[in-house]
């Protein structure tokens, strides 16, 4: 049997996961359904959990990708509500 890295292959629920993705419950949900985040997983009906080697992964990438030079802004003609259909005179 080999031996597993457990601290690699650990998972952490959603308290844990706030504390490292300071992103409200609902865009991660938006993220994870478009496939832009790691999905979560059930361990029973009622227990939610997510990767961290998955999660650390996603971080990472995200790091990686950020151009310091380019800020990028959200297109706020995609919200929901309130969306911005033209400038003001």
Do not use: Q
């Amino acid at each position: 049997m080999d031996h597993v890295n457990i601290e690699t292959h650990r998972i952490i629920r959603r308290s844990e996961l706030k504390r490292l993705v300071p992103l409200s419950a609902t865009t991660i949900y938006e993220l994870e359904r478009k496939g832009e985040f790691p999905r979560r997983f059930y361990l029973t009906p009622r227990c939610v959990v997510w990767s961290l080697e998955e999660v650390l992964g996603w971080i990472e990438t995200r790091k990686n990708e950020t151009d310091r030079s380019k800020v990028c802004h959200p297109d706020v003609t995609e919200r929901r509500y309130r969306p911005v259909t033209s400038s003001r005179p």
